[in-house]
């Protein structure tokens, strides 16, 4: 209940502040949270290789993968940061979201035919340790043979 009452105030503060100030608050955090970093440094896709259990060719198309990703990530931040976004109004505000969305968008589009690649090229049971974050059989393959545990011991009958 305390939480939400901060909250409350928190959104009531920042309702009532002037644009020119949330502008200016938004400019320092977002912006430079965008623009200020340094580069993100490359997904460890070792441990991926490793957990997938990948061969040459497939490790081949998961640095693909990577160098793609990395390159959409260097072209959407030159992209945001080429130019001053003047976020003091609605309708700068609105502008930026568009152009990120635009941003996401085509780093997105650059990224999906070298992850199509990478997954065309895994087997049937990779494909499903990728699809599961790395768990062969995934969360409900857990949760089947929990239940077939329970009820082989008598605890619980799903029938």
Not at 95 to 100: L, P, R, S, T, V
Not at 127 to 146: S, Y
């Amino acid at each position: 209940m305390r939480s939400a009452i901060l909250i409350f105030l928190a959104i009531l503060g920042f309702a009532t502040t002037p644009a020119r100030a949330q502008g200016t608050w938004l400019e320092t955090r977002m912006i430079k949270a965008i623009c200020s970093s340094e580069a993100t440094p490359a997904a460890d896709t070792g441990r991926l290789a490793k957990r997938l259990n990948l061969t040459e060719p497939q490790k081949a198309a998961l640095k693909d993968l990577s160098d793609a990703s990395a390159s959409a990530d260097v072209s959407a931040k030159a992209s945001l940061c080429a130019d001053k976004t003047d976020l003091s109004t609605t309708l700068g505000r609105m502008a930026f979201a568009e152009k990120m969305a635009e941003t996401k968008l085509a780093g997105l589009k650059a990224v999906e035919p070298k992850l199509q690649a990478f997954y065309d090229s895994l087997d049937a049971k990779q494909k499903k340790a990728f699809d599961t974050g790395g768990r062969i059989g995934g969360i409900f393959d857990w949760a089947r043979n929990k239940r077939a545990r329970l009820e082989r011991r008598g605890f619980v009958s799903f029938s």
